[in-house]
């Protein structure tokens, strides 16, 4: 079969590799059909973030089932799936807790297509075939109706925007939302903001200095305010960071209302020192980290189903299968390429 392979910063390459085959009886194979990039895949290709390669790369995708094993129940072959990006048993401890990115069954981290930084060789998503070691933990059936090329990135990107603003949402119904847009987490940062209006908040804001990613949350039906990312705009409930700067993520602190809850989706790549007297004296509620993405997969889908939310506004390049290292190459914000 072929698989791709980045071999290093703007260097990608189609190779032979022998297929997988099933060595157990709860795994399945599938054969990916629409692929997404994740906002990091971009910056590995310019070479803004340290995962050079060589490794089989992609993450992000939904796929037909081709061969189940036996004790597969949850999926059956020609079913069209999410395949989640990271491996997780559904059984272990952090898996039944629903932290299933620190599935104990498996090394750290453990994911497809992210190389050294996703534990054993996994192999990548953008390939003929994958092998899913716990098909029955880890697949999620697509909805009658739902385009797969729409919810290409439901394997990390949706339901990491969809952690920063559903929990918070459904604990305060209607809470005003922020969501300080840019570069680093800038797919993340737009389906945050479509959630949140498909969600019910009162008001959505968007901030940014990319026309580009302005207009698409107002696509979404956000307030898209043009400016400086550390730009005073407000107290909001909900505040997310998607710019990956240390000025934006002190901006969305500071930004947070009392009892109110900020999230980072981006990666930041230096120390960021925080206020911490100021956000203990507002109660102000701060998480960063990986999303576990399995438990909300469903979720996500179900709203895109409804009609509520529809994640392809965020797709700013499409392409063919053939065509897609050239594609990946121009490193678009959010491509998806389709067999």
Same mark, same amino acid.
């Given at each position: 079969m072929k698989r791709l392979m980045l071999t290093g910063p703007g260097a990608m390459? *189609?190779?032979?590799?022998?297929?997988?085959? !099933?060595?157990?009886? =709860?795994?399945? $194979?599938?054969?990916?059909?629409? !692929?997404? /990039?994740? &906002?990091?895949?971009?910056?590995?290709l310019r070479g803004a973030?340290?995962?050079?390669?060589p490794y089989p790369f992609g993450h992000e995708g939904v796929a037909e089932v081709v061969e189940a094993g036996p004790e597969v129940r949850g999926v059956a072959v020609g079913d069209l799936v999410v395949v989640p990006f990271q491996i997780s048993c559904g059984?272990?401890?952090?898996?039944?807790?629903?932290? /299933?990115?620190?599935?104990?069954?498996?090394?750290?981290?453990?994911?497809?297509? $992210?190389?050294?930084?996703? =534990?054993? &060789? *996994?192999? =990548?998503? *953008? %390939?003929?075939?994958?092998?899913?070691?716990?098909? #029955?933990?880890?697949?999620?059936?697509?909805?009658?109706?739902?385009d797969p090329a729409a919810v290409a990135s439901a394997s990390d990107n949706i339901p990491?925007?969809?952690?920063?603003?559903?929990?918070?949402? %459904?604990?305060?119904?209607?809470?005003?939302?922020?969501?300080?847009?840019?570069?680093?987490?800038?797919?993340?940062?737009?389906y945050a903001a479509? !959630?949140?209006?498909?969600?019910?908040?009162?008001?959505?804001?968007?901030?940014?200095?990319?026309?580009?990613? $302005?207009?698409?949350?107002?696509?979404f039906g956000a307030e898209a305010i043009e400016g400086p990312r550390d730009a005073r705009v407000g107290r909001f409930r909900i505040v997310v960071e998607a710019a990956g700067e240390p000025k934006a993520l002190?901006?969305?602190? #500071?930004? /947070?209302?009392?009892?109110? *809850?900020? /999230?980072?989706?981006?990666?930041?790549?230096?120390d960021v020192a925080l206020p911490i007297l100021d956000m203990y004296t507002r109660c102000c509620t701060f998480h960063t980290g990986r999303a576990h993405v399995r438990p909300v997969i469903p979720e996500v889908l179900e709203l895109v189903a409804a009609g509520r939310f529809d994640p392809s506004l965020v797709t700013t390049a499409t392409a063919v299968w053939d065509e897609a290292v050239d594609a990946l190459l121009e490193t678009p914000m959010k491509l998806v390429a389709v067999r």
């Open positions: 390459r *189609w190779e032979e590799h022998p297929e997988p085959a !099933l060595s157990g009886p =709860g795994q399945a $194979l599938v054969r990916p059909v629409a !692929l997404a /990039t994740c &906002d990091l895949d971009p910056a590995v973030f340290p995962l050079p390669g059984v272990c401890p952090s898996c039944a807790r629903g932290r /299933t990115g620190n599935c104990a069954s498996h090394p750290r981290l453990s994911s497809f297509g $992210l190389g050294p930084m996703g =534990g054993l &060789d *996994w192999g =990548g998503l *953008w %390939a003929d075939l994958a092998l899913v070691p716990h098909a #029955d933990a880890m697949l999620v059936r697509l909805p009658s109706g739902v990491d925007a969809y952690r920063s603003v559903a929990p918070q949402l %459904a604990a305060d119904p209607g809470a005003e939302v922020l969501v300080i847009g840019g570069p680093a987490a800038p797919s993340i940062g737009l479509g !959630l949140a209006v498909a969600l019910g908040s009162a008001r959505v804001v968007y901030l940014d200095d990319s026309v580009e990613r $302005l207009n698409i949350a107002k696509s002190r901006a969305a602190i #500071d930004a /947070t209302a009392y009892d109110g *809850w900020c /999230t980072s989706v981006s990666v930041q790549l230096q």
